[in-house]
């Protein structure tokens, strides 16, 4: 590894699978064609409740310790997952502690919550991190908005999550309906009723129209899915949740992606 630059990469990863750890996950391997990578996972994994918390803070120690270990190399650098809500509190933390140890730090934006609603804590990570951040946004017009919202031009660069999804699409055979898919977390807030309506409606218009779900859902979202699956028969099918070729088949068989997402 020598004549690497080392990149701490700190953020959560798989398991549990979320857009946010998958495209940290994805990053880091590509990151790891040209760097020598140290990642280092602060999500909560499986563990829910008090565990969950700790298992956070026990990890974000750690990573606090793996920059402080690092801090002698001559070329490091910390590639950083932001948080959202009150994890804001571990991004400020592992800021502070890379800003005293000198690292340049990359910030990769994944929530619009403090963007929409000003954080007095991502203000302190801007104070803290101060010329030594540099920003990852999903698009433009997050960048914009956050400049907005905290009153600062930051130095950022745009990288689409579509970076790091390769569907394969086939030519699709002109005497098939139209397919439509959602393939997410399927709940209300990611437009799980909406997809399901639009399905409705498509098929009372008499459009030659099919619908796939894919994704894992909680107890009652997979009540309501079960319920429009029966309803529709044989015009709606659900994939339960996808991975590797199970998810390249979704978007082969897939014509129009649908994702009428509400969350915030």
Same mark, same amino acid.
């Given at each position: 590894?020598?004549?690497?630059? /080392?990149?701490?990469?700190?953020?959560?990863?798989?398991?549990?699978?979320?857009?946010?750890? %998958?495209?940290?996950?994805?990053?880091?391997? =590509?990151?790891?064609?040209? &760097?020598?990578? &140290?990642?280092?996972?602060?999500?909560?994994?499986? !563990? %829910?409740?008090? !565990?969950?918390?700790?298992?956070?803070?026990? =990890?974000?120690?750690?990573?606090?310790?793996?920059?402080? $270990?690092?801090?002698?190399?001559?070329?490091?650098?910390?590639?950083?997952?932001?948080?959202?809500?009150?994890?804001?509190?571990?991004?400020?933390?592992?800021? !502070?502690?890379?800003?005293?140890?000198?690292?340049?730090?990359? /910030?990769? &934006? &994944?929530?619009?919550?403090?963007? *929409?609603? @000003?954080?007095?804590?991502?203000?302190?990570?801007?104070?803290?991190?101060?010329? =030594?951040?540099?920003?990852?946004?999903?698009? @433009?017009?997050?960048?914009?908005?956050?400049?907005?919202?905290?009153?600062?031009?930051?130095?950022?660069?745009?990288?689409?999550?579509?970076?790091?999804?390769?569907?394969?699409?086939?030519? @699709?055979?002109? *005497?098939?309906?139209?397919?439509?898919?959602?393939?997410?977390? /399927?709940?209300?807030?990611?437009?799980? *009723?909406?997809?399901?309506?639009?399905?409705?409606?498509?098929?009372?218009?008499?459009? *030659?129209?099919?619908?796939? /779900?894919?994704?894992?859902?909680?107890?009652?979202?997979? !009540? $309501?899915?079960?319920?429009?699956?029966?309803?529709?028969?044989?015009?709606?099918?659900?994939?339960?949740?996808?991975?590797?070729?199970?998810?390249?088949?979704?978007?082969? $068989?897939?014509?129009?992606?649908?994702?009428?997402? @509400?969350?915030?």
């Amino acid at each position: 590894m020598e004549g690497r630059r /080392l990149v701490i990469a700190v953020g959560q990863f798989p398991p549990p699978r979320t857009g946010f750890s %998958t495209v940290t996950a994805r990053l880091v391997a =590509r990151l790891a064609r040209a &760097h020598a990578v &140290h990642p280092i996972d602060i999500g909560p994994g499986t !563990a %829910t409740g008090v !565990a969950k918390h700790a298992r956070r803070l026990g =990890r974000v120690v750690g990573a606090m310790g793996a920059l402080v $270990a690092g801090a002698g190399r001559r070329d490091r650098a910390l590639y950083l997952g932001c948080e959202g809500k009150w994890g804001l509190l571990y991004t400020l933390a592992l800021v !502070a502690v890379a800003r005293l140890c000198r690292y340049p730090i990359t /910030l990769h &934006h &994944h929530s619009f919550t403090y963007i *929409d609603r @000003r954080s007095a804590l991502m203000a302190g990570i801007l104070s803290v991190g101060g010329g =030594r951040l540099r920003h990852v946004f999903l698009c @433009r017009g997050m960048a914009a908005r956050f400049e907005a919202q905290y009153r600062r031009a930051v130095f950022g660069t745009i990288l689409s999550n579509a970076a790091f999804v390769e569907p394969a699409r086939e030519d @699709r055979p002109g *005497d098939r309906p139209l397919t439509i898919g959602l393939l997410s977390n /399927l709940t209300r807030e990611k437009g799980l *009723d909406t997809f399901i309506d639009l399905l409705k409606g498509a098929i009372a218009a008499g459009l *030659d129209v099919e619908g796939i /779900l894919a994704g894992p859902a909680s107890p009652a979202d997979r !009540a $309501a899915i079960a319920e429009a699956v029966r309803g529709l028969a044989p015009r709606l099918t659900y994939l339960g949740p996808v991975e590797g070729e199970a998810k390249a088949a979704f978007f082969r $068989a897939t014509d129009v992606f649908v994702f009428p997402s @509400r969350y915030a």
